[in-house]
């Protein structure tokens, strides 16, 4: 009773025509970046996390999370039209949504797209307000050996949350870490790491590095590799026919469960939540051969699947304080600039944040109903705008964030240094998330390390013995050691032998 009185509070919070503008303009951000192909989830947050800074944390926030589901929806839009997946999660859409526009049901597909998308992710927002407590009760058990155990699985998750290279995540994690050690540490103020410059003393800005690691970096690699493509005329109705969409309620349903349990994987992004719900999908159709020409049971479950992962991505990020995703890792570390510390100790904190998050997430999939079902064919004409003229803005905002945070010219040089890094990083397949992640966990990562050794008087047997940071510990080091290939495939033999082992048992029985 406690936590619906909670929820009606965060709605109530919301209600004022200020706020939900403020939400309806986050959503609109998020989805014209999500149309402009080469732009991402990732990069709407990273940008407007500058701009929001100012305002109070529950607005900044409500725009932040509206313009991550906006983009990660947008983002179907070049998918259906150009076969240009927007985001990353776009990717499952093409296929089918590609083929149904060169059909001549463009606006169909859209309006398929849209209507998956809002129930998928309010089937996702139901999950994270009933999952996110329970985990963080759990989480309440942690202590400085635990917190240190999680932020270094986090780090270790680095290698699998983008990229086909666990090593190069690892290797960005890393450096991340070090990053965050330049500047006063946290324990005793003590300069590391400066190398005598007194602006290296506050450390590595947050905003700084995650503008240039996503927007410079973005304006770069745009710049390098334009694309140019036909765009398909949209000439019929985007307004679904709502009996058809329950003809597909199942497929919605299991996709939508399928995206919140990807999401809830530390390391799987939403593409995972949409190629997974699009292999369902598939294997349970009465019209596999359809898939790929222009499946609407497709398309519905591609976009079903990375919608419903967003929520899914937020409950760990919340209770534990491990994204799962790149745009995840850039909220939450837009959080902790606005001064919400996500984690195990957020319900005893903030225990009303959670249910805030809940309301934001619903007006963001509102609104993507709203701009979804009357703003597309005004937003398409976004795709007309010249790269040479958008990306000269985006860098624009991209000099402006940085400066603004702090007024100081160190963050604006701090910025183009890692943005043009990052430029050169991303050419040789280096992806820039797990540095954010890195620089996000490096504080606690380094204070709990060394309180735990201040507890047990630097004895390192408490890291393995106390219950929580042993299954942690095995967790971490299992994880590390299925990228070993010997690792990997005595795993794999073990694995064939016991599925051998009760298949044959079975077959006594029967």
Known sequence: MQGLNDLLHAWGSFMNPMTLLYGLGGAFVGIVMGILPGLSATLAIALLTTLTIKLEAHVAILVLICSYVGALYGGSRTAILLNIPGTAANAASCADGYALAKQGK?????????????????????????????????????????????????????????????????????????????????????????????????????????????????????????????????????????????TYKWTVLRSGIIGVLTGLLPGVGEDAGAWVSYAAAKSVSKEPEKFGKGSIDGLMAAETGDMSSIPGHIIPSLALGIPGSAPSAVLMAAMIIHGVQPGPMLMIQNPHFVYQVVAMTTLASLAILFFGLFGVRPLLHVLKVPRAILMPIVFVLCTVGAFATASRLFDVYTMLFIGVLAFFLRRRGYEMAPLVLGLVLGPLLDKSLRRALVISDGSLGPFFTRPISMVFAAVTIFTILLYVPQFKSAVNRVKAAAFGGVRSLLGRRA
């Open 106 to 246: 463009a606006g169909y597909a859209i309006g398929i797209a849209t209507s998956g998308a809002f129930v998928s992710t309010l089937i996702g927002v139901i999950c994270l307000a009933l999952f996110t407590p329970l985990l963080a009760e759990v989480a309440l058990q942690f202590g400085a050996f635990e917190f240190f155990w999680l932020a270094l699985f986090g780090v270790t998750m680095s290698g699998s949350i983008v990229g086909n290279d666990p090593l190069k995540g690892w290797l960005m994690g890393l450096l991340g870490l070090l990053l965050a050690q330049v500047g006063q540490e946290g324990l005793y103020a003590y300069n590391r790491f400066t190398f005598g410059w007194d602006e290296l003393a506050g450390g590595i800005g947050l905003i700084p590095a995650l503008v240039g690691a996503f927007g410079l970096a973005e304006v770069l690699t745009t710049l390098a590799d334009p694309v140019e493509r036909k765009i398909i005329e949209m000439k019929d109705s985007v307004l679904p026919r709502w009996k058809e969409i329950i």
